[in-house]
T-cell receptor
């Protein structure tokens, strides 16, 4: 089964601080995604990437940056963390055209205080 | 407004019973639908996908798709306690740009 590893698994951050969430996949997938999950909003797409050194904005990119330095690694950066960014963050990857599914990591629970 | 709407919000089903979940997209450009299952505290995992009109069955799970009405449904027969989870419907017209998820239906199966 496809492997997507996220780190850290949980984090407490202070308002205004910088937070970096990391994602590593060993599936040789070209496509990678960052979603956040909140009660009442469900899963929402923040950023995605289909090739190294390139990222695209998803549906809710404001307040987030993304970085794809290699095919395997995809990071989500919160330059100035805010209370509203408290959520569970999921990274996912896919090869589309193959299994046609998203493989999700275990998630990172972020609490901004 | 959610582009992918699911109903009901929650469902209680007796063990061995049938669970029926609904999903409709308000985006007329959508071509592809998925159903994901998310157990409490875990990440979503794909259950089934359906891209063509009609029905698809895998074990105890059956999905239907009506592309004209952009409606898909998931039916779970002989429900088991292990089926208790959040069921997420997802749709897109361009999967490379990611999937749009609904808020989910929470299914609880009681013995």
């Amino acid at each position: 089964e496809a492997a997507v590893t996220q780190s850290p698994r949980s984090k407490v951050a202070v308002t205004g601080g910088k937070v970096t969430l990391s994602c590593h996949q060993t599936n040789n997938h070209d496509y990678m995604y960052w979603y956040r999950q909140d009660t009442g909003h469900g899963l929402r797409l923040i950023h995605y990437s289909y090739v190294a050194d390139s990222t695209e904005k998803g549906d809710i990119p404001d307040g987030y940056k993304a970085s794809r330095p290699s095919q395997e690694n995809f990071s989500l950066i919160l330059e100035l963390a805010s209370l509203s960014q408290t959520a569970v963050y999921f990274c996912a990857s896919s090869n589309w055209g193959g299994q046609n599914t998203l493989y999700f990591g275990a998630g990172t629970r972020l609490s901004v205080l | 407004q959610q582009k992918v709407q699911q109903s009901p919000e929650s469902l209680i089903v007796p063990e061995g019973g049938m669970a029926s979940l609904n999903c409709t997209s308000s985006d007329r450009n959508v071509d592809y639908f998925w159903w994901y299952r998310q157990h409490s505290g875990k990440s979503p995992k794909m259950l089934m996908s359906i891209f063509s009109n009609g029905e698809k069955e895998e074990g105890r799970f059956t999905v239907h798709l009506n592309k004209a009405s952009l409606h898909t449904s998931l039916h779970i027969r002989d429900s088991q306690p292990s089926d208790s989870a959040l069921y997420l419907c997802a749709a897109t017209n361009n999967y490379a740009q990611g999937l749009t998820f609904g808020l989910g239906t929470r299914v609880s199966v009681f013995p």
